[in-house]
């Protein structure tokens, strides 16, 4: 089926259409239709298998065709992410699909000034995305109020129904009409928190589940024994061997990142780097030098692993295995995207097997 066949308005046909996608992919040939209908869904597909156009395409079609008018008076759906990076991702998605709509959407976050962000939820916005921490802060101070949300979206639903996030979404849920659409995204999901997703929905949920392996068909993996000490000459070998391709390494802190690019630095290679530790400015700067090849190395901790939609990254390095085994299907998740193949490659130390072990069995 393409998407000229579905039952959406001809301004998200052409909105679609400008992004490229002719026909859907098969998270997406699965949730549209559901969320079209009402229903609450659990999208489990693999990374880089549309998620997200898979809810934007049927949310703005029902925001544009809803029989509510006027945006004044609040919200319409909610889109809850874990990165400032992914929600800023995400918005340039839902600003295509509706671009030729007078949907508004619109990604609030934190680490920027709030002021601009107040000014634009006075004006009107239809779908909000959001990262907890400001959406929480504009609450409390009155700016923004969530009574007219009708639909929630948790991507990377299981990262948000994680312990440190839980309490946020069930205070957000408080604030919620009963009547409403909940979805969940995500490429994993465990027993528990599945039982937890389905606790928070009053009617039965589809879960749209995808082979139970969540690892991306197109993607290569490669594991490497090396000492903690050699890792540094094996990256700079492997960066040499790959000049002309879009790298990112994963390691486990931010101080190893930092340490990672001073030493590719003393060898003469280029670098950036993205974790918690930085000014937002500084990660919006790196991400946008990456995704536009000024500079091809990327060295992130795991706030990257999740989301991110990097055209062209070629070849993942676990510099660090991950310490969560789930990670590492997210961290390799960066390359293989939509159509495209991507190698991963894991430097795995003598003290890292048993992570290397917990992460073959997780797969
Ligand atoms: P996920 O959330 O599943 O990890 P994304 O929504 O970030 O994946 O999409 C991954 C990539 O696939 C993006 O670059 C996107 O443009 C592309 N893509 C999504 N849907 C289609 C489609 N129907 N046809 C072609 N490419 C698509
Ligand atoms: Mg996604």
Known sequence: MKFSNYPITDEVKRGVEGLGFKKPTDIQFKSIPAILNGEDVLGIAQTGTGKTAAFAIPLVHKVQTSSIKGRKDGVRCLIMVPTRELAQQIQG?????????????YAITGGV???????????????????????????????????????????????????GFYKDIQDVLKRLPKKRQ??????????????????????????????????????????????????????ENLIHKNEDKKIMVFVRTQVRAERVAAAMERVGIDSLIIHGGKEQKERNQALK?????????????????????????ELVVNYDLPDVAENYVHRIGRTGRGNHKGDALSFASKGEMELLLAIEQFL
């Not at 998605?93 to 959407?105: D, E, H, I, L």
């Not at 389905?198 to 993607?219: E, M, T």
């Open 93 to 105: 998605v839902f600003n295509k699909v509706a671009k030729y709509t007078t949907v508004k959407t």
């Open 182 to 235: 909940t979805l969940f995204f995500s490429a994993t999901i465990n027993p528990k928190i599945k039982k937890l997703a389905y606790s928070l929905v009053n009617n039965a949920i589809r879960i749209q589940i995808s082979p139970n392996d969540p690892v991306s068909k197109n993607v290569n993996h490669f594991v490497s024994s090396i000492d903690m000490d050699d890792k540094r000459f094996f990256l």
């Open 289 to 313: 030098k990456f995704k536009e090849g000024e500079v091809n190395l990327l060295i992130a901790t795991d706030v990257s692993a999740r989301g991110v939609d990097v055209p062209g990254v």
């Open 113 to 163: 000034d709030q002021d601009p962000q107040i000014d634009k939820l006075d004006k009107g916005v239809d779908i909000l995305i959001t990262t907890p921490g400001r959406m929480f802060d504009l609450i409390s101070q009155g700016y923004l109020s969530l009574h007219r949300v009708n639909t929630l979206v948790l991507d990377e639903a299981d990262r948000m129904l994680d312990l």
